[in-house]
């Protein structure tokens, strides 16, 4: 049974950095073509695809965004870490992790809403 | 970026209606197109990948057509629990990028 689930915090301040984890179970981050993207959904808006992360350790990054973002995995731990360097407003949405083999989201974390505000 | 535009952004329709969708990509991407279905306050559920291919438990009155830069979704029967946000993706290349959502309603 494939799981996904977001953790993180649920309120940052404006140029902080956020932190969002994805721990996983059910399929591993290790074997050939495997993936893990990071998508928001800003609230009553459309799904903004952020980054992915390959078995090999190949990162990819949105182009608006790639300034600002890292993905890392540590396969051990089932986790995928993406990090969001100067927060905005503009950034408040729902965060969700997503297995992704062959850039086919099959798989949804339950999703973490992050709310940037001072 | 590739450009996933969809029609209509929302539509009405009853219980039974024949219903469907269409996306449009920027440039071609083959029969990289995949469908999500999307609820309130939950996470999408993929409906249909490479443009034709269910996903397994996906009831068969979803289905999906098209090539190059014009994909169809179409849900033959509409059902009640078939009212909710619709949205297409290329994984054709990267950064994969979304269609901005239709929005299936109650008429």
């Known amino acids: 049974q494939v799981t996904l689930r977001e953790s993180g915090p649920a309120l940052v301040k404006p140029t902080q950095t956020l932190t969002l984890t994805c721990t996983f179970s059910?399929?591993?981050?290790?074997?050939?073509?495997?993936?893990v993207s990071w998508i928001r959904q800003p609230p009553g808006k459309a799904l903004e695809w952020l980054a992915r992360?390959?078995?090999?350790?190949?990162?990819y990054y949105s182009t608006s965004l790639k300034t600002r973002l890292t993905i890392s995995k540590d396969t051990s731990k089932n986790q995928v870490v993406l990090t969001m360097t100067n927060m905005d407003p503009v950034d408040t949405a729902t965060y969700y992790c997503?297995?992704?083999?062959?850039?086919?989201?099959?798989?949804w974390g339950q999703g973490t809403l992050v709310t940037v505000s001072s | 970026d590739i450009q996933m535009t969809q029609s209509p952004s929302s539509l009405s329709s009853s219980v039974g209606d024949r219903v469907t969708i269409t996306c449009r990509a920027s440039?071609?991407?083959?029969?990289?197109l995949n469908w999500y279905q999307q609820k309130p306050g939950k996470a999408p559920k993929l409906l249909i990948y490479?443009?034709?291919s269910l996903q397994s438990g996906v009831p068969s009155r979803f289905s999906g057509s098209g090539s190059g830069t014009d994909f169809t979704l179409t849900i033959s029967s509409l059902q009640p629990e078939d009212f909710a946000t619709y949205y297409c993706?290329?994984?054709?290349?990267?950064?994969?990028?979304f269609g901005q959502g239709t929005k299936v309603e109650i008429k």
């Open positions: 997503a297995r992704t083999p062959l850039g086919v989201f099959d798989y």
């Open positions: 059910g399929f591993s981050l290790s074997t050939s073509g495997m993936c």
């Open positions: 992360i390959d078995w090999d350790d190949d990162k």
């Open positions: 440039q071609s991407i083959s029969s990289y």
């Open positions: 490479v443009a034709s």
């Open positions: 993706q290329q994984s054709y290349s990267t950064p994969r990028t």
